[in-house]
C-alpha cells in the first residue's frame, strides 16, 4: 500500500490512534487478586479473604448499577413504578388475597394448638395422675388433636390452592401487560432496539417476576403468619420462656437485614455472569467454524475460563454473604433451645413454669426455624423480582415518537421535503433531501454505504420522523397517521423471512387482522404463486407454522412474507436490499411473487445492485447524505457522473 | 485452596498431527464409556470435596441427633431432679453441640455449593473443549443448541448430584446414629418411630406423582410461551411493521393462560403434597405421645425421654427426604450423563501423521474438479451454482462437507421404558454413522494439492494457518471493535486500519463513537449486513494468510461499496494467493484468472475478457447474475427489463 493511501487512511479513521490499545484486551480481566490461589496460612488468609470481599463487593455493586442503568436498549422502571404496579395487581384480586392470608392464619393457629395440648397432657401425667381414667383421657384429647390436625391438613391445602391461584393469575396478568408493551413499542425505537435485549427481559426477567409473584410472594405471607402465629403461641404458652426469644429476634432482624442491604446486587451480578457465559459459549459454538479458521481455539476456550472465573468470583461473594447470615441465623435459631433449659430450670424450681410448657416450648422452637427460612429465602427472591419488572415495566415507559392526527390523505402522492436526520446529535447523515415520488414509479437509490440512502428509505416509510422537513403522503404528514392507515399506504419491505408461530392464516394477514376473510387470504397466496403447496398442507391455512411446528422452506416463508404485503395493499413500497437478502436458491423460487407484488405500485428501491438501477425508471444517486444526481439510467449515462462511471466499470 | 472452578486439561493438547490428546494423565480425561461409569468419575474427580461435606454435614446435623437426648437429661436429672449442676453442665454441652453444628452447616452449605460448582463446571469446560478441538468437525453433526444444554442445564444436573452425594451419605450416618440412640432408650418407640418416618415419606409419593406430571406440562407449555415471547420480538420489526400485534399479541395471551391453568393444577398438587404432610407427620406426633404417655404412665419412660422423641421424629425426616431427593437427582444426572458422553465420546476424525511434509509455497490444485489457483494471484471461481463454488472453497481449506443430517443427542421426555432405549439407541447408530462418514473421507488423500503436496500430508493446524476459508457463514464475535478485527493481538494499528480500509469499512468506523473500543453486540447484531460482512473480510485481511479463499465476500454489499474493495483488496493482498467465489463483474475485472464452474468440474478459464468473448454460459452467468441461467449455466437470460424482474434478480445475487 503507497504512502499516499495511508495518509489517507489516518483521516479517514479519527481517533484511531487514541482508542487503540497494544497488548490483550483489558476491559472484561478480573483484578489479579481475585485470580491468585489464596496462601495457606491463617492471618494472610483472613486479611487476603477480606480484602478480596471487599473487591468482590465492589463488582457487584458495579454490576447492580450496569443493570440499572443500561448505556443501550430500552429504559428502567422506577422502583416506585413497580409497586404501584404491584399494588394495583393486588388490589385487582384483593378478595383472593384476603382469603390466602385468613385462610393462612387458620392453618397456623391450628397447628399452633397442638404443642399447647401436648404440653397440658404432659403435665397431668407428671403430676402423678394415673390409671384408666388418665388414659381414657389422654386418648380423648389424641383423638382432638387428630383431629384440629386434620382441620389444618384441609386448612393447608386451602391455603396453598388460593396462592397458587393468586400466584398464578398475577403473574399471566403481569407478563401479558408486558408483551402487550412490546407490541405497542414505537416503530422507530423497534428498528433501533436490540433484540437480545429485549430477549432477555421477555425471558429472564418474565421468569424472575414470575417467580416472585408465584412463589415468593405467597411463601412470604406463609411464613410470616406462620412465624407471627408461632411467636405468640411462645408467649402464650409461658412468657418466661419465651424471654430468650427476644434476643434472638432482634439479632435475626439485623443479620437478615445486613444480608438483604448487599445480597441482591450479588445475585443479579451473579445472574448477569452467568447469561454472559451462555452468550459467549453460544458464539463460540455456533460459531465453531470460524474459530477453527481463525485459529481462535485457544482465546474462545481463555474467554469462557474468564466468564466462569467471573461467576464463580460472585459465587463466593454471596457464598460469603450466606454463610455470614447462616452463622447468626444458625446461633440465633438454636441457642433458645440451651436458654430454654436454663430459664426452665429457674422457672420450674420457681414454681412459674410446668413441665409441659418447657416441652411446648422446645416444639415451637423448632416450629419457627421453618417460616424463618421461608421469609430470607423469599425477600431475596422477592428484591431480584423488583428489580426484573422495573425492567419490564421500562418497555412501557418508552414514549410515543408520533402523534395521529385526523388528516386522511388525499391521494397517493408521497414527497420528501428537505428531510434531515442524524441518528446521533451533530451527525446529519442526510442533509436537505427533497423527493417527489411520482405515483407508479419505480425510482432506484444507489450510492456508497453509509450515504445515507437507507435512512432516507426509512423516512419515506415514515418509520422515522425527520430532524427537519417532512414526508407527506396525499398532502399529510406520515408521522401523524396512525399506523393502521401508514401501512396500507406505504411499506418497507424488509423481507426478513420471519415465520411466526401460528397458522398460516395468521402469518398471512397481518395488516387486516380484524378484516380479512379466507377468501383474501387465498386470493394473496394466489398472487404471490404460494396457493399451491398451502392447499396441500394437511390443515389448509389453519396449518401450524414457525419454529417447533410445520417446517417452511425459506422460499415458503419468503412468499408468505410477500403476500403479508399483498394483504396490505399499500401504494407506495421501499424495498431496502441491505436488509433484504435472501439465498440465490430462494430468490429464484419467489421471483414470480415478487413481481406480481410490485406490479402496479409505486416502488423505491434502495439498490445494491446494478441492474436494479438500469431496469428503474429514475435513478437518485446518494451521496454523503445529499442526492448528487437524479434522472433516467440514460440520462445519468450522458451527464458522465459517478452513476456513469460505476456503469462503465460494470459492464466493461 | 482455590476450590472451584477446576482446571481443565483435557482435549486441548494439539498434537503434531493436528488431533488431541490429553496433556495429564488418563484421569483427566472423562469415562464415557457408559453414563454410569462417567457420573462416577465425575464424583470421583471431587471425591475429596464429597468426603468433607460428608462429614460436615455430619457435624452440622448432630445438635439435631444429640441435643433432644441432652435435653432429656436436662429435664429428666436437671429440672426435674431440681439439680441445678446437671442443668448447666448439659446445657453448656448443647450449647457447645450448637456452635459446631453451626459452624458446620455455614462450612457445609459452602462447600457442598463448591461440589456442585466444580462439577458443574468441569462439564461447561469439558463442552468447551470438545466443540474446540472438533470445531466444524462436530457443528455439522450435533444441533449447537444441544451442545450449549449439555454445558448448560445438563452441567447444572451434574452439579445436582455432586451436591447431594455427600448429603446422602451424611443422611445416611445420622439416621444410623439416631436409630442406634431412640433403639437404646426404648425399643418399641424407637421401632416405631423409624418404621413410621420413612413410611410417611413413602405415603406423600403417591400424590407426588401427579405433581410431577402436573410440573411437567406446566413447564412444556411454560417453554412454549417462553418461545412464543421470543418469537415475538424476533418478529417485532414486522409486527410493527406491517401489523399482526392483535393476532399474536392474543395468541400469547391465550396461551398464558393455559400456563396458568397448569400452574393452579400444579399448585394444587402441591398444597395436596403439604397438606398430607401436615396431616401425617401431625399423625405421627400424635401416636408417639399416645404410645409414650402410657408407657411414661406405666414407668417404662421417662418425660424426658419423650420429649427426646418428639426432637427425633422431627429430626428424622431431613435424612429421609434427602435419600428421596437423591435418587430423583440420580435419575436425571443419568440421562444427562447419556447426552453428555454422546458428546464428549466424539473425536476428531483426522488421521494420525507419521511425518509432517514440509511444504514451499506454489500452486493450490484441486484436482477432482480441476481448479489451479497460482500463487500470489487473484483467482476467481464463478459458477451459477453458489453451492458448488462452496463446496470448492471447503475442500480447498480441507473441510468436511457440510451436507450431512444433524442428530440430536438427547431424546423426546416423553418416551418411557422400551421406547425411549429403542431412540437412545438409534441416536448412537446414526453417531456411529457419522463418525464413520467422516472418518472415510478424513483419511488418505485428500484431493487437494499445494506445491504438489496432498495437503492431507501438511499438519492441519499449519494448513488452517496457510489456507484460509472465509464462508458464508463467518462469525462476527462480540467484544471490541478492535478485538473483532485483531482477535489474536497479532497486528499493529496501522494495520488494522489498512485492513479496514481495503474493506472499506469507513461507515462503520463512523458508526462507533469509542473507535477501537466501541462495543460489538454478540453475532454482529446492530450492524447491517454489509456491515457485518465487511468487518469479516478485514478480519480475514489483517490474517495475511499465504492461501486466502473468500466466499462470495460482498454479496451483501451496494455495487458502489463493492467497487471500492474490489480496487482495493488487490493491492492488499498483492504478491499472496487470493481465491474468491462470486459472479460480479466488478470483481471479475480485477481478476488474475477466472475459472467457470459447471457441475463442479472446471469447464473453461482465463481472463474475464477472454471468457466473455468465448464461452456464452459464462457469459449467461455474469451478465444477468445468475437467477435466470441455472445450473449447468444453459441459456443466456431473456432479458425481460422490468423493474419486477430485476429486482428479483438482484436478490438472487445476494447471500448472507
Redesign the interface.
Same mark, same amino acid.
Request: charged share 20%; net charge neutral; aromatic share 8%.
Given at each position: 500500500m503507497n504512502q499516499q493511501e495511508l495518509v489517507q487512511g489516518d483521516a479517514l479513521f479519527e481517533g484511531s490512534a487514541q482508542t487503540w490499545v497494544d497488548g490483550p484486551d483489558q476491559a472484561d480481566a478480573l483484578p489479579q487478586e481475585l485470580l491468585a490461589a489464596p496462601a495457606l496460612r491463617f492471618w494472610p488468609l483472613l486479611k487476603g479473604f477480606t480484602s478480596r470481599h471487599r473487591r468482590r463487593a465492589s463488582l457487584a455493586a458495579a454490576g447492580y448499577q450496569a443493570s440499572r442503568h443500561p448505556k443501550r436498549g430500552l429504559p428502567i422502571a422506577e422502583n416506585s413504578t413497580v409497586s404501584r404496579f404491584i399494588g394495583r395487581m393486588i388490589k385487582e384480586r384483593h378478595w383472593l388475597a384476603f382469603g390466602l392470608i385468613v385462610a393462612n392464619c387458620l392453618a397456623a393457629i391450628t397447628g399452633a394448638i397442638m404443642p399447647q395440648l401436648l404440653g397440658s397432657m404432659i403435665d397431668r401425667v407428671a403430676a402423678g395422675h394415673s390409671g384408666d381414667q388418665l388414659m381414657a383421657w389422654v386418648t380423648g384429647l389424641c383423638a382432638v388433636v387428630l383431629g384440629l390436625m386434620l382441620v389444618q391438613g384441609i386448612l393447608t391445602f386451602l391455603a396453598r390452592r388460593l396462592a397458587a391461584i393468586f400466584g398464578q393469575g398475577m403473574v399471566a396478568a403481569g407478563r401479558e401487560y408486558v408483551i402487550r408493551a412490546v407490541l405497542k413499542l414505537p416503530l422507530s425505537k423497534v428498528e433501533t432496539a436490540s433484540t437480545g435485549d429485549l430477549v432477555t427481559r421477555v425471558t429472564r426477567d418474565v421468569g424472575n417476576m414470575g417467580a416472585m409473584v408465584r412463589w415468593a410472594m405467597p411463601t412470604f405471607v406463609i411464613g410470616v403468619v406462620s412465624l407471627v402465629v408461632t411467636l405468640i403461641g411462645i408467649f402464650v404458652n409461658s412468657w418466661w420462656l419465651a424471654l430468650p426469644l427476644v434476643l434472638t429476634l432482634a439479632v435475626m432482624t439485623w443479620a437478615v437485614r445486613d444480608y438483604l442491604r448487599v445480597a441482591p446486587a450479588g445475585y443479579i451480578t451473579e445472574g448477569a455472569a452467568y447469561s454472559r457465559l451462555n452468550t459467549s459459549l453460544t458464539e463460540t459454538v455456533e460459531g465453531a467454524r470460524s474459530v477453527e479458521a481463525l485459529g481462535l481455539g485457544r482465546r474462545r476456550l481463555d474467554l469462557t475460563d474468564n466468564d466462569i472465573e467471573s461467576a464463580s468470583q460472585m459465587e463466593r461473594y454471596t457464598m460469603a454473604l450466606r454463610a455470614k447470615l447462616f452463622t447468626w441465623q444458625g446461633l440465633a435459631g438454636q441457642l433458645p433451645m440451651a436458654a430454654v433449659a436454663i430459664m426452665g430450670f429457674i422457672g420450674y424450681s420457681q414454681g412459674w413454669v410446668t413441665l409441659g410448657q418447657i416441652t411446648a416450648a422446645t416444639v415451637y422452637l423448632q416450629q419457627m426455624n421453618g417460616p424463618i427460612d421461608r421469609i430470607i429465602m423469599t425477600v431475596n427472591q422477592m428484591q431480584i423480582g423488583v428489580s426484573s419488572t422495573s425492567r419490564l415495566l421500562g418497555i412501557a415507559a418508552v414514549p410515543a415518537d408520533r402523534q395521529t392526527s385526523d388528516q386522511r390523505p388525499a391521494d397517493q402522492h408521497l414527497v420528501g421535503r428537505d428531510l434531515t436526520f442524524a441518528y446521533r446529535p451533530g451527525r446529519d447523515v442526510l442533509h436537505d433531501v427533497s423527493l417527489d415520488l411520482r405515483p407508479g414509479e419505480r425510482l432506484a437509490v444507489v450510492g456508497p454505504s453509509g450515504s445515507g440512502k437507507s435512512t432516507l428509505g426509512r423516512l419515506l416509510a415514515g418509520i422515522n420522523a425527520p430532524r427537519q422537513g417532512v414526508v407527506e403522503v396525499g398532502g399529510v404528514d406520515v408521522m401523524t397517521l396512525p399506523l393502521q392507515q401508514l401501512r396500507t399506504e406505504v411499506a418497507l419491505v424488509t423481507q426478513e423471512h420471519h415465520v411466526f408461530v401460528g397458522t398460516i392464516r395468521d402469518n398471512v394477514i397481518l395488516a387486516r387482522e380484524d378484516a380479512t376473510s379466507d377468501e383474501a387470504v387465498w386470493q394473496a397466496l394466489t398472487a404471490v404463486e404460494a396457493d399451491g403447496w398451502v392447499s396441500r398442507m394437511p390443515d389448509g391455512l389453519d396449518t401450524m407454522i414457525g419454529s417447533g411446528r410445520t417446517a417452511l422452506t425459506p422460499g415458503q416463508a419468503q412468499q408468505v412474507a410477500l403476500a403479508r404485503l399483498v394483504i396490505a395493499d399499500p401504494h407506495t413500497l421501499v424495498l431496502d436490499e441491505a436488509t433484504s437478502l435472501i439465498d440465490p436458491t430462494t430468490a429464484r423460487e419467489v421471483e414470480g411473487s415478487m413481481s406480481s407484488l410490485l406490479g402496479g405500485r409505486t416502488v423505491v428501491a434502495i439498490a445494491h445492485r446494478l441492474h436494479t438501477a438500469h431496469d428503474a425508471d429514475r435513478i437518485a444517486v446518494v451521496i454523503d447524505g445529499r442526492i448528487a444526481e437524479l434522472g433516467s439510467h440514460d440520462e445519468l449515462l450522458a451527464l458522465g457522473g459517478e452513476y456513469a462511471k460505476l456503469w462503465m466499470a460494470w459492464t466493461s | 485452596?482455590?476450590l /472451584? *472452578?477446576p482446571d481443565i486439561h483435557a482435549y486441548?493438547q494439539v498434537t503434531s498431527t493436528g488431533a488431541t490428546a490429553a496433556a495429564r494423565p488418563d484421569e483427566e480425561v472423562p469415562d464415557t464409556r457408559s453414563p454410569l461409569r462417567f457420573v462416577l468419575w465425575l464424583l470421583w474427580q471431587q471425591k475429596g470435596l464429597i468426603a468433607i461435606t460428608t462429614i460436615l454435614i455430619s457435624v452440622w446435623w448432630l *445438635?439435631g441427633s444429640l %441435643?433432644p437426648r441432652i435435653?432429656t437429661m436436662?429435664?429428666d436429672q436437671?429440672? =426435674?431432679a431440681?439439680n441445678?449442676s446437671v442443668?448447666?453442665r448439659?446445657?453448656l454441652v448443647?450449647?457447645a453441640i =450448637?456452635?459446631v453444628?453451626?459452624?458446620a452447616?455455614?462450612a457445609a452449605?459452602?462447600i457442598s455449593?463448591?461440589s456442585w460448582?466444580v462439577s458443574m /463446571?468441569r462439564v461447561?469446560?469439558l463442552v468447551?473443549?470438545k466443540?474446540?478441538?472438533?470445531?466444524?468437525v462436530?457443528?455439522r453433526r450435533v444441533p449447537?443448541g444441544e451442545?450449549?444444554s449439555v454445558?448448560?442445564s445438563d452441567a447444572d444436573a451434574f452439579g445436582a448430584i455432586a451436591e447431594s452425594f455427600g448429603r446422602v451419605l451424611a443422611a445416611f450416618l445420622s439416621f444410623l446414629l439416631v436409630s442406634v440412640i431412640v433403639l437404646r432408650e426404648h425399643v418399641m418407640l424407637g421401632l416405631v418411630m423409624l418404621i413410621a418416618t420413612p413410611l410417611i415419606v413413602i405415603l406423600t409419593t403417591p400424590a407426588l406423582r401427579p405433581l410431577q406430571r402436573a410440573q411437567m406440562v406446566e413447564r412444556e407449555r411454560s417453554s412454549? +410461551?417462553? $418461545?412464543?415471547?421470543?418469537?415475538?420480538?424476533?418478529?417485532?420489526? =414486522? +409486527? &410493527?411493521?406491517? $401489523?399482526?400485534?392483535?393476532?399474536?399479541?392474543d %395468541?400469547?395471551?391465550r396461551q398464558?393462560?393455559s400456563?396458568?391453568q397448569a $400452574?393452579?393444577r400444579?399448585?394444587?398438587w402441591?398444597?395436596?403434597v403439604?397438606?398430607?404432610g401436615?396431616?401425617t407427620n401431625?399423625?405421627l +406426633?400424635?401416636g408417639l405421645?399416645?404410645l409414650g404417655?402410657?408407657e411414661?404412665?406405666l414407668g417404662h419412660l421417662t418425660?424426658g425421654e419423650?420429649?427426646g422423641f /418428639?426432637?427425633y421424629a422431627?429430626f428424622l425426616q431431613r435424612p429421609v427426604q434427602t435419600f428421596f431427593d437423591a435418587f430423583q437427582k440420580w435419575t436425571a444426572s443419568l440421562v444427562s450423563a447419556e447426552k453428555t458422553i454422546g458428546l464428549l465420546s466424539q473425536e476428531p476424525p483426522w488421521p494420525a501423521q507419521s511425518s509432517a511434509a514440509v511444504v514451499a509455497e506454489g500452486q493450490l490444485i484441486d484436482h477432482p474438479s480441476g481448479f489451479v489457483a497460482d500463487p500470489g494471484q487473484l483467482t476467481i471461481i464463478v459458477s451459477a451454482v *453458489?453451492d458448488d463454488s462452496a463446496a470448492l472453497a471447503d475442500r480447498l481449506?480441507r473441510?468436511l462437507p457440510a451436507d450431512i443430517e444433524r442428530v440430536d443427542l438427547g431424546v423426546s421426555r416423553e418416551l418411557k421404558g422400551s421406547a425411549e432405549k429403542q431412540e437412545w439407541q438409534k441416536r448412537a447408530a446414526a453417531r456411529a454413522q457419522q463418525v464413520r462418514q467422516d472418518e472415510t473421507l478424513a483419511a488418505g488423500d485428500w484431493g487437494v494439492t499445494l506445491d504438489g503436496v496432498d495437503i492431507a500430508q501438511i499438519p492441519l493446524?499449519e494448513v488452517?494457518?496457510r489456507i484460509?476459508? !472465509?464462508?458464508a457463514?463467518?462469525?462476527v464475535?462480540?467484544?471490541?471493535l478492535? !478485538?473483532l478485527i485483531d *482477535?489474536?493481538?497479532s497486528h499493529s494499528?496501522?494495520q488494522? #486500519?489498512?485492513a479496514?480500509?481495503?474493506a !472499506?469499512a #469507513?461507515?462503520v468506523?463512523?458508526a462507533f463513537?469509542? $473507535?477501537?473500543?466501541g462495543r460489538i453486540? #454478540?453475532?454482529g447484531?446492530?450492524l447491517?449486513?454489509?456491515?457485518r460482512q &465487511?468487518m469479516v473480510l478485514a478480519?480475514s485481511l489483517l +490474517?495475511d494468510p499465504e492461501v486466502l479463499v473468500l466466499v462470495e465476500p460482498t454479496?451483501?454489499?451496494?455495487?458502489?461499496? #463493492?467497487?471500492?474493495i474490489a480496487e482495493r483488496l488487490p493491492? /492488499?493482498r498483492s504478491g499472496r494467493t487470493t481465491i474468491m467465489t462470486t459472479v460480479s463483474?466488478?470483481w471479475l475485472?480485477q481478476a488474475d484468472a477466472i475459472a467457470f464452474l459447471v457441475d463442479g468440474q472446471v469447464l473453461a478459464s482465463g481472463s474475464h475478457a477472454d471468457l466473455m468473448a468465448n464461452c456464452p454460459p459464462y457469459r449467461a452467468v455474469v451478465v444477468?447474475?445468475?437467477?435466470q441461467a441455472?445450473a449447468g449455466g444453459g441459456d443466456a437470460a431473456s432479458a425481460s427489463?422490468?423493474?419486477?424482474?430485476?429486482?428479483?434478480?438482484?436478490?438472487?445475487?445476494?447471500?448472507?
Open positions: - | 485452596m482455590k /472451584f *472452578p486441548t *445438635p %441435643n435435653l436436662v429435664i436437671g429440672i =426435674i431440681g441445678w442443668t448447666w448439659w446445657t448443647m450449647v =450448637i456452635v453444628g453451626v459452624a452447616n455455614t452449605s459452602n455449593v463448591s460448582l /463446571f461447561t469446560k468447551a473443549r466443540v474446540t478441538q472438533m470445531s466444524h462436530v457443528t449447537a451442545m450449549l454445558a448448560s412454549k +410461551l417462553t $418461545g412464543m415471547a421470543v418469537d415475538i420480538v424476533s418478529g417485532l420489526r =414486522i +409486527l &410493527r411493521g406491517v $401489523g399482526g400485534e392483535r393476532t399474536f399479541g %395468541n400469547y395471551a398464558s393462560q400456563v396458568r $400452574g393452579v400444579t399448585g394444587s402441591w398444597a395436596v403439604d397438606a398430607m401436615t396431616v401431625g399423625a +406426633l400424635v405421645t399416645w404417655l402410657r411414661v404412665q418425660i419423650m420429649v /418428639f426432637g422431627m *453458489p481449506g473441510y493446524p488452517r494457518r484460509q476459508v !472465509s464462508d457463514g463467518a462469525v464475535f462480540a467484544g471490541t478492535q !478485538s *482477535p489474536l493481538h494499528r496501522d488494522a #486500519e489498512q479496514l480500509w481495503a !472499506s #469507513e461507515d468506523w463512523d463513537a469509542d $473507535g477501537w473500543q453486540d #454478540e453475532r447484531r446492530g447491517s449486513g454489509g456491515q &465487511r478480519r +490474517l454479496s451483501a454489499v451496494d455495487a458502489h461499496t #463493492e467497487a471500492r493491492d /492488499f463483474p466488478l475485472r444477468r447474475d445468475d437467477s441455472t427489463p422490468t423493474a419486477a424482474d430485476s429486482t428479483a434478480d438482484h436478490l438472487a445475487g445476494e447471500r448472507r
